[in-house]
């Protein structure tokens, strides 16, 4: 079980569109899901936290107004990226959690290159 | 602010030798603290991880991790590593990353 999807895994755009990212809990209710972004050779950044129905708490430095996400089931999370230019390519990934400070499920991560 | 170090960028062993990867970090409320591992070409999932109680945590494929307070360290251990235990080893605590550790292992 705590199988976590992400979708699409890879996504190519041009400067100025937006690309929308879907994460999915498959078999359990996630409460708390959580948006990562790893660059080359580094390690996760977390971006934001969300929990079902409430807005996303953003870490400092994570332009909300950029990075749009929404939460709006137990099983569902978006990450919108508005306007995205060459420096927002990068591996997105997102993780899930029961509660907010147990063990995290994470996704198999979204590829995003823009042009 | 939180900070996560992980002591080595990456270590190199041969099979049946002790492996133990450093992790500090840097927070004055509470903690939990986790050790993730990524296999090549798979997800990130969790090898064990700490909320109170045993400061001694056991996990999978015969990890083991010791939270000492005093030091701020979580460092995993196993007694004898594997050829199939080279991957990527995270050390986490609350939501904040350390760099990561790739470990390989030679046959």
Redesign the interface.
């Given at each position: 079980g705590a199988v976590?999807s992400q979708h699409p895994s890879r996504v190519i755009c041009k400067s100025g569109t937006s690309v929308k990212i879907e994460c999915r809990s498959l078999d359990f209710q996630a409460t708390t899901m959580?948006w990562?972004r790893q660059f080359p050779k580094?390690?996760?950044?977390?971006m934001a936290?969300s929990n079902e129905g409430s807005k996303a708490t953003y870490e400092q430095g994570v332009e909300k107004d950029k990075f749009l996400i929404n939460h709006a089931s137990l099983t569902l999370s978006t990450l919108t990226v508005t306007s995205a230019h060459p420096e927002d390519s990068s591996f997105y990934?997102c993780?899930a959690s029961r509660d907010s400070?147990n063990?995290?499920?994470?996704?198999?991560?979204t590829r995003l290159t823009v042009l | 602010a939180q900070s996560v170090s992980q002591h080595n960028h990456h270590v190199i062993l041969s099979e049946a030798a002790s492996l133990e990867l450093g992790c500090n970090y840097s927070y004055g409320g509470t903690v939990?603290l986790?050790w993730?591992v990524q296999y090549p070409g798979q997800?990130?999932?969790?090898l064990l991880?700490y909320?109170s109680g045993d400061p001694l945590v056991k996990g999978i494929k015969g990890f083991e991790a010791e939270f000492i307070k005093s030091k701020f360290s979580f460092n995993l251990r196993k007694p004898s590593v594997q050829w199939s235990d080279t991957a990527e080893y995270?050390c986490a605590v609350?939501?904040?990353?350390?760099?990561?550790t790739r470990l390989s292992v030679l046959p």
């Amino acid at each position: 079980g705590a199988v976590v999807s992400q979708h699409p895994s890879r996504v190519i755009c041009k400067s100025g569109t937006s690309v929308k990212i879907e994460c999915r809990s498959l078999d359990f209710q996630a409460t708390t899901m959580f948006w990562y972004r790893q660059f080359p050779k580094q390690s996760l950044m977390l971006m934001a936290t969300s929990n079902e129905g409430s807005k996303a708490t953003y870490e400092q430095g994570v332009e909300k107004d950029k990075f749009l996400i929404n939460h709006a089931s137990l099983t569902l999370s978006t990450l919108t990226v508005t306007s995205a230019h060459p420096e927002d390519s990068s591996f997105y990934i997102c993780s899930a959690s029961r509660d907010s400070y147990n063990e995290q499920f994470f996704g198999p991560g979204t590829r995003l290159t823009v042009l | 602010a939180q900070s996560v170090s992980q002591h080595n960028h990456h270590v190199i062993l041969s099979e049946a030798a002790s492996l133990e990867l450093g992790c500090n970090y840097s927070y004055g409320g509470t903690v939990n603290l986790f050790w993730y591992v990524q296999y090549p070409g798979q997800h990130l999932q969790l090898l064990l991880k700490y909320f109170s109680g045993d400061p001694l945590v056991k996990g999978i494929k015969g990890f083991e991790a010791e939270f000492i307070k005093s030091k701020f360290s979580f460092n995993l251990r196993k007694p004898s590593v594997q050829w199939s235990d080279t991957a990527e080893y995270f050390c986490a605590v609350n939501f904040v990353f350390g760099p990561g550790t790739r470990l390989s292992v030679l046959p």
